[in-house]
């Protein structure tokens, strides 16, 4: 069995807030030390653009640019991707030929042990009991067969045991705001 540090988890977010489209990667270890960060530079589509792109602008944004060059840029090959954005789990999952999970907190009691894997009703959506104390995380995987799902869950139980596993979405959103703080008002890096 590999070593915990040579284990990678990839964590994918895109934003589309104030008509301002960005992405980021942050690629860590299971004890969450971070291997990888990219991002891309806010993407203000044009008016000709929104009228030439139509309805099909925003998909084009996050899927053909957004994640396509974070995918490409990565350094590391995560052991699988994780989004907390559903709706990133199918292009994301076209665009890295990998698996993907998504995962959110939940407000469920603790399941009965360190593991635990609770299928949901709805398909594909499971509660997943990542460590002894907190309650279980909403996990989302599309297209897994039962059996794909608890590898993925035991490697997640594996890295909940060294690291927080949603907290890397949180350094995420602080290291774009620190990029933002950094660059002046021409767009360039201090």
């Known amino acids: 069995m590999r070593d915990v540090a040579s284990k990678v988890l990839g964590y994918v977010t895109v934003s589309g807030d104030r008509g301002l489209f960005r992405g980021?990667?942050?690629?860590?270890?299971?004890?969450?030390?971070?291997?990888?960060?990219?991002?891309?530079e806010p993407i203000r589509p044009t008016k000709l653009e929104r009228v030439l792109y139509g309805q099909s602008l925003e998909v084009y944004l996050r899927e053909e640019l957004i994640l396509t060059s974070l995918a490409k840029a990565c350094e590391v090959r995560p052991v699988f991707w994780i989004v907390s954005d559903t709706s990133l789990l199918v292009p994301l999952k076209r665009v890295v030929n990998a698996k993907v999970c998504g995962l959110?907190?939940?407000?469920?009691?603790?399941?009965?042990?360190?593991?635990?894997?609770?299928?949901?009703?709805?398909?594909?959506v499971f509660l997943l009991q990542a460590d002894a104390v907190s309650a279980p995380l909403r996990l989302y995987l599309p297209d897994l067969r039962?059996?794909?799902?608890?590898?993925?869950?035991?490697?997640?139980?594996?890295?909940a045991s060294t690291m927080e596993l949603l907290e890397p979405f949180s350094r995420i959103e602080k290291a774009l705001g620190v990029v933002e703080e950094e660059t002046d008002g021409t767009g360039n890096s201090h």
């Open 146 to 159: 039962e059996d794909e799902a608890q590898g993925v869950s035991r490697l997640l139980v594996e890295a």
């Open 24 to 40: 980021a990667l942050l690629a860590v270890d299971f004890r969450g030390i971070p291997l990888d960060f990219r991002y891309t």
């Open 104 to 124: 959110s907190a939940s407000t469920n009691r603790p399941l009965g042990a360190t593991g635990d894997l609770e299928p949901q009703q709805e398909p594909g």
